[in-house]
């Protein structure tokens, strides 16, 4: 039955290589099959992004699974003023906020999330790249702006729609990143040679 | 350590791919999650890609005709901000994504063209270079960065706008805010963002 529901659009093209845009209108009509092609197109995506976010294997798991869960419940109302892409990007900025401000209400379970990096510090150290470690140093919003813009290849305008800022606020963020990082990086560089 | 490197050191983090479990996992949920519409789906009509069509033409011819407007332009630097700002936006229409800069210099206009899509702002900015009766004009974009030969003396700029509309120069050395007027290698230096100019 499922794939009566299914757009000639989206079938025709092969679900892989349907555009989003499509996929969208068909999810936005229930379509199951449609929503699935959006999800096996963007979950990796989402899940790199919250993973830079968090460093945290099991934190980006969620972070993708929420962003998902709200994107499936959200998607009727969506309006395609941004591009799908950029919307699940939002989405996926809301939840790893949400996850910020968790970790620091409760306190113990920051304690945990904590020893948990500092854990996975210890026990990877010889693997835990310097690069890493610059990034995880930067503040959340520094970071978020740089994973936006360097990893994810946006320019900062479409990085200030998924992080529902200015775009100046995504440059000034961008730039403050860039001088820690090059600093950062540069010293550490020169510490190894 | 300048942008390509430290965009080369960056592309180090390695990231660990999803799991099969967790992919699945997060699928199924947001699958339950999927509700059938209740709003019907914005509907791109054929009119509107019309319009698209026309707006698009129409910038194209704007572009040409300013094209040609710059090449005529008198020799002295005029203040048109509102004509740099389309001036820009008509060139960046052609290069998508690889304007580095436009620099104006003694009525002769050259293209800074990245070979890839840069990635940035794309809030303008014009710099104004000025020393007896030379000038040199640049056309940017806020986070950019862009290099003039003032005299003999080749000097580059983090360019980056302010929410008040200023900009905010900085050298390997020094950083200028430019609200006021400022004095670099003998040249003094003007700059604004030209989104207010509209």
Known sequence: METVLISKDVENRNDALAPDHACVIQAQAGDARAFEVLFDRYYDMIHAFAYRLCFLEAEADDIAQETFIRAARGIAGYRQTASFKNWLYRIAHNVAVDWRRRAVRHREGLTEFTAEVEARLETTESDYDEVHRALEDLSAELREAVVLVYFEGMNHRDAAEALGCAETTVSWRIFRAKRKLKKVLSSGKEGSS | MN????????????????????????????????????????????????????????????????????????????????????????????????????????????????????????????????????????????????????????????????????????????????????????????????????
């Open chain 2, 3 to 198: 942008d390509g490197q430290l965009r080369q050191r960056l592309s180090e983090l390695r990231v660990p791919l999803a799991t099969e479990s967790a992919r699945a996992r997060a699928k199924h949920r947001a699958l339950i999650a999927l509700r059938p519409g209740d709003a019907p789906a914005p509907a791109v009509t054929d009119k509107s890609t019309l319009w698209k069509w026309i707006g698009v033409s129409a910038a194209l011819c704007a572009c040409v005709v300013v094209l040609i407007a710059m090449i005529h332009r008198p020799q002295a630097p005029t203040e048109n901000l509102v004509g740099d700002r389309q001036f820009l936006r008509q060139i960046e229409m052609l290069f998508p994504g690889q304007v580095d800069a436009v620099v104006e210099q003694n009525g002769h206009v050259d293209l800074s063209i990245a070979q890839s899509s840069l990635v940035g702002s794309q809030q303008p900015v014009l710099m104004v270079f000025r020393k007896d009766s030379s000038s040199i004009r640049v056309l940017s974009f806020s986070g950019h960065r862009v290099c003039v030969l003032l005299g003999k003396e080749h000097r580059c700029f983090d360019v980056l706008a302010t929410t008040n509309g200023g900009v905010i120069l900085e050298s390997d050395d020094n950083v200028w805010v430019t609200s006021h007027p400022v004095i670099v290698a003998g040249y003094s230096v003007q700059a604004q963002t030209l989104e207010a100019s509209l």
